[in-house]
């Protein structure tokens, strides 16, 4: 036995915290959203270092609009749900780059990202 249960710093939000959430670590942090779409929505970062909790990036929260998912944990990706669209994060600007536009994303509600693809699944009801 290598590891053992840590108590880490207390969640700021409880009302987030109960509310169903999407969730992504990039740049060794952990990311939450409570909302896809263009609808208002609620966000933190933990950073897993300083075991501190902090307010996501303007941007990068108001940009969150569908499936998230992260490369090697260096590049965010984000499907954007109303435009059907594929962005990049831009963590200098604090802004979303769109990389591509197509109907064949829409009602994605997954995303994955490695060895250099990213690629989204549809999920059905049956």
Do not use: H
Request: net charge negative.
């Amino acid at each position: 036995m290598g590891w053992l249960w840590e108590r880490k710093s207390r969640f700021r939000d409880s009302r987030l915290s109960r509310e169903a959430i999407d969730a992504v670590v990039w740049k060794g942090k952990l990311f939450m959203v409570n909302v896809r779409g263009g609808a208002a929505k609620e966000g933190a970062m933990y950073d897993v270092e300083k075991d501190a909790w902090e307010e996501m990036p303007e941007c990068m929260l108001a940009g969150w609009r569908g499936p998230v998912a992260t490369m090697d944990e260096d590049v965010m990706y984000a499907l954007d749900e109303v435009k059907s669209a594929l962005r990049k994060y831009d963590a200098k600007r604090d802004s979303w780059e769109e990389i591509m536009e197509s109907e064949r994303l829409r009602g994605a509600q997954q995303m994955t990202a490695g060895l250099d693809s990213v690629q989204s699944v549809r999920v059905r009801s049956v």
